[in-house]
């Protein structure tokens, strides 16, 4: 799933950021990478472009503008904001994402959501965590130096005009997360919904104290490790993270707010509760941590719901105990042991492979070797996971997998069935800025009498009056007497965004679903020496 991520920076040299992403470093110690001669080490395989800079460099236009509007002259002046769109690392496999596309992704973002800055937008293939994500950087100039359209998030008047500064509030940031939702889904990428929250929240801060005492701990490791000794613990874990481990086991437990403060209190924590929030203190701490930094399942209203959750969960087992037949045989330990490490684990099902295919490929006798171990443990992974099903005949697995098909395909028809309905919100977001931007200007006609000076006013705002009765043309065609506020149409936007994003998740699972049946099915016909449904079907087009 694509995230979303929003840093600031004082830092008056605009050629670091530069120099940042297009040079490699040390993520953990931020310092450049150098070789053997002390140079620098240009990094592999990114794109990188400027936009709003024209034919300069863009430090020496970021500077250049700073001085004509005499803004971030300061120490503490916010100088740059720089944005992070991280991809799934499965898009680059599974929906074909590749760095061009994600850096021209990134430059129409760019484009559309920070007009009137200068800006440098670079993709990098992977993160530095190497799970294979392409990310995009857009660094901005903090400084505005045209005059843009009123944009959603927008509150004040400063935030269209040139020489103002940018601001990422709140809700530019609810905004801009709900643009990249709406971007992966149009181009059918991996998404999640970022619009809610977390249940773990890392801050910056707290992820790279994670992976420098990682690191650390790593180092002393080695240290034993060499001299013959077996290292206690392995990985290394965050004051935070050791809260929040607390916190779920004492959650598990705790059937009342009151037992939930007990129980912590007994380990060191205490649990305080201001203007309705939670926040809890460590024993080697002055301050407390606040529920918003340690993640959504530890504010007041996750506690209290998850409290609720496990009293009734006890008094409905409670209840099925009681109603349980004492005189029933129980497994013994040994039973129950052997049943769960003989149980077929339904993971990593994959489709057996063409060994005639391949060999007319080119492949050598080492592979095919391999390919004839490989389908066979497919072969029996799948007749295992098709008796831990419960399919009894080869007619319902075909059924099961037309079911599958059909739930898909209609679950992908529901996400697709709200492009329309926000395609039309959006529009008629935009009809609204236009009319009010150019309302004052052609209701200014009314306050002048003389038919010639009038045909002069409107012959200067020719423009504005052409938008002007567009918008209104438009507002009666639909039926629009009152018009709604951006806020409310903001809203509106957020919420259908929330429920196709809810409805794509579901048609992922189907998808998922669709995939492990017909693996099945094919495998199984692989096995059965019967024509596998592939080669059935192409056959039909064929004849």
Request: aromatic share 8%; net charge positive; glycine share 4%.
């Amino acid at each position: 799933m694509a995230t979303f991520k929003h840093i600031s920076s004082k830092n008056a040299d605009y050629g670091a950021a530069e120099k940042y992403l297009t040079f490699a470093h040390d993520e953990v110690s931020m310092k450049p990478t150098l070789d053997e001669n002390g140079r620098l080490i240009r990094r592999e395989n990114f794109r990188i472009a400027t936009i709003g800079c024209g034919d300069e460099d863009f430090a020496i236009a970021c500077m250049r503008a700073n001085l004509r509007y005499g803004k971030n002259q300061k120490h503490e002046d916010v100088k740059s904001h720089h944005y992070i769109i991280s991809f799934d690392p499965r898009d680059s496999t599974d929906n074909e994402l590749t760095v061009d596309k994600a850096q021209q992704l990134g430059e129409e973002f760019c484009k559309t959501h920070f007009r009137g800055h200068q800006a440098i937008v670079c993709t990098h293939p992977d993160g530095h965590n190497h799970s294979g994500n392409i990310h995009v950087h857009i660094v901005i100039n903090s400084l505005r130096t045209e005059e843009v359209p009123l944009l959603p998030y927008m509150d004040r008047p400063a935030d269209t005009k040139a020489g103002c500064k940018h601001r990422c509030t709140d809700a530019a940031m609810e905004y801009f997360k709900s643009e990249v939702m709406e971007m992966c889904h149009r181009e059918n990428l991996y998404q999640i919904n970022l619009l809610h929250g977390s249940a773990n929240r890392v801050t910056e801060r707290e992820y790279w104290a994670q992976k420098k005492g990682q690191a650390a701990l790593d180092e002393r490791n080695a240290e034993i490790t060499a001299a013959g000794l077996t290292p206690r613990t392995t990985k290394f874990e965050t004051d935070k993270e050791k809260l929040r481990q607390t916190l779920r086991a004492v959650l598990d437990t705790s059937t009342t707010f009151e037992q939930f403060s007990t129980l912590l209190l007994r380990q060191g924590i205490t649990v305080k509760e201001s203007r309705g929030r939670l926040s809890y203190l460590t024993p080697d701490r002055t301050k407390p941590i606040t529920a918003r930094k340690l993640g959504d399942d530890f504010d007041r209203a996750a506690v209290l719901a998850r409290l609720e959750q496990n009293a009734h969960r006890v008094v409905e087992e409670r209840a099925a105990a009681l109603k349980a037949d004492k005189n029933a045989p129980k497994r013994s330990v040994m039973e129950r042991l052997h049943e769960k490490q003989t149980a077929v684990k339904n993971d990593g099902i994959q489709r057996t492979v063409d060994i005639a295919a391949k060999r007319a490929e080119g492949k050598g006798v080492g592979y095919e070797r391999w390919v004839k171990v490989h389908n066979l443990k497919q072969m029996a992974k799948a007749y295992a996971t098709y008796e831990q099903y419960g399919f009894s005949s080869k007619d319902e697995l075909d059924s099961a997998v037309a079911t599958s098909q059909a739930s898909m395909q209609k679950s992908y028809a529901e996400s697709k069935a709200f492009d329309p309905k926000i395609a039309e919100q959006k529009t008629l977001q935009d009809w609204i800025l236009k009319y009010v931007k150019t309302k004052e200007v052609c209701k200014g006609i009314n306050a002048i009498k003389k038919e010639k000076d009038r045909t002069a006013y409107r012959q200067k705002h020719e423009a504005d009056f052409i938008i002007y009765e567009s918008a209104r043309r438009y507002f009666d065609s639909h039926g629009i007497k009152k018009l709604p506020t951006n806020a409310a149409i903001r809203a509106e936007i957020q919420r259908l965004i929330a429920e196709k994003n809810a409805a794509y998740n579901a048609y992922h699972e189907q998808k998922s679903r669709h995939k492990e049946l017909s693996t099945i099915q094919h495998n199984l016909a692989e096995l059965h020496g019967e024509p596998t449904p592939d080669k059935s079907k192409k056959q039909e087009h064929t004849i």
